[in-house]
Every structure is written in C-alpha cells, then in structure tokens.
C-alpha cells in the first residue's frame, strides 16, 4: 500500500513550528511580508491547498456573516480540517489585540459557514508568530482553542498527535494528550447555538484550570525538544506517512 502526503492540521502545526525557527533577514514591514511569503512558500512545498484571503473574497465558501470585509493571511484545507490562519512576524511578544482582532474574524466567518450548513470538517484556527506569545496571549488563546504556533514551544496539536513515533516508554498518557488536544478546539466544540441560531459564548475556565494546561504544554514541548537534540526522535517522525 502506497503512502500519501500527511496534510492533517497536527501536521500542518509542526511544519509551521518548524518555520518558526528559521530566522528573519528583514525589518519592519518587510518583516511582514517575509514570514507571509515564507509560510506560503512552506505550505505549497508540503502540498497544503492555502491561499491569503483579500477583503470581501470567500473564505471557506462564505462571507463573513457581518458583511464586514475581513482579510485572512491563511485559508488552509487539511484533511482533517478548515483551517482559518494568521501569520505575525513580531521580534518579540505578540501584542494581544492582534489576537482579538483574529478571533472576532474568524467568529464572523464561521458565524456564516455554521448558518448555511454543517461543516464538513472540523473548523479550526491557527495564529503563527516568527517570535513567541506573552502569557496573556497564551492564556487568550487557550481560552477560546485557537492553536498557537510559537519559536519556543511545540504546539499542543503536534504533542497530543496519537501518530506521532515517541520512543518507548515517553509519550505523553491518553489523559495528557486529550488535556493538550483542549489548547487547539473546532469552533464547533467552541461554541453552541441558541434556538434562535445565535453563537453562545462559552463558559469561562478558572485561571488555574488555563496555566495548569499550559505548564503541561510546556513540560512536554521540553521533553520533545530533547529527544529531537538527542536524536532519539527523526524529524521525519513528526509527519509520519499516511496510507493510501
């Protein structure tokens, strides 16, 4: 049985963690447009169907459901998943507005996708910065399970990857990968509807409950990075092949 390219989103996240670490030979705007044209470069080398998405131009088969002009930096189609993308390029920590700014699109776009019909794959949300998020950023993230790609950490979508070729004995429990798999949620876990068809907003987790779940990030994307520096783990291992 042949193989086939793996294209699902916990794929998808390593790759952008693996740009990540690649340094920037540019400043101010040029910055921008530098990590937006490498991203783009890197997901058509992995065959990912992506595209940067103008103003007032569908994305993912819709509008927003404001009739607001929003402009998406990813448009991403996994195997597994729609994804809704933005790409900052910052030296260092990402401004939270940016993040605000992201959720409150991507509320709007799906807010129209869920109203016409069900979707056909989970919708996910990816925020890839070049540098690393502040803990608020983190934290905001988390909240709302947009999956956030940093310099510094693996993403929680790569740990809790059931597919990913840990060595014997160090991959984390079925109960820490189902905790990491909460940092990064479908919208349609995300929110529930009311009768009337409006997005409910969804409970509020307790401070602890958040950094409890990021310092479990943290100890695993330690544990990975390690194996990785010691070579007891291929980089390779992190797209492992998919049947055809």
């Known amino acids: 049985m042949s193989a086939r390219p793996d294209r699902r989103f916990a794929s998808l996240c390593a790759d952008l963690h693996g740009l990540a670490q690649q340094p920037l030979d540019a400043n101010g705007p040029a910055r921008g447009w530098r990590w937006e044209e490498r991203i783009a470069e890197g997901l058509r080398a992995r065959g990912f169907p992506a595209r940067s998405v103008a103003g007032g131009i569908h994305v993912h088969g819709v509008l927003p459901a404001s009739g607001l002009r929003h402009q998406i930096d990813g448009e991403i189609t996994c195997d597994d998943a729609l994804v809704l993308g933005e790409w900052k390029a910052y030296h260092g920590p990402v401004?939270?507005?940016?993040?605000?700014?992201?959720?409150?699109?991507?509320?709007?776009?799906?807010?129209?996708?869920?109203?016409?019909?069900?979707?056909?794959?989970?919708?996910?949300?990816?925020?890839?910065?070049?540098?690393?998020?502040?803990?608020?950023?983190?934290?905001?993230?988390?909240?709302?399970?947009?999956?956030?790609?940093?310099?510094?950490?693996?993403?929680?979508?790569?740990?809790?990857?059931?597919?990913?070729?840990?060595?014997?004995?160090?991959?984390?429990?079925?109960?820490?990968?189902?905790?990491?798999?909460?940092?990064?949620?479908?919208?349609?876990?995300?929110?529930?509807?009311?009768?009337?068809?409006?997005?409910?907003?969804?409970?509020?987790?307790?401070?602890?409950?958040?950094?409890a779940l990021l310092a479990m990030q943290d100890r695993w994307s330690t544990r990975l990075s390690r194996l990785v520096a010691r070579d007891e783990l291929e980089l390779s291992d992190l797209r492992p092949p998919i049947a055809a």
């Open 95 to 211: 401004p939270k507005n940016e993040m605000l700014r992201f959720k409150a699109t991507s509320d709007d776009l799906y807010d129209e996708m869920a109203s016409r019909r069900t979707p056909p794959r989970d919708v996910l949300r990816l925020f890839g910065v070049a540098g690393d998020g502040s803990p608020a950023l983190r934290s905001y993230a988390a909240r709302h399970g947009i999956a956030l790609i940093e310099r510094s950490r693996w993403p929680g979508p790569v740990l809790a990857d059931p597919l990913l070729a840990w060595p014997d004995g160090r991959a984390p429990t079925d109960i820490d990968r189902q905790r990491l798999q909460w940092l990064s949620r479908p919208l349609q876990h995300v929110y529930e509807r009311s009768a009337d068809g409006r997005l409910l907003w969804p409970r509020r987790i307790p401070d602890p409950a958040v950094q």
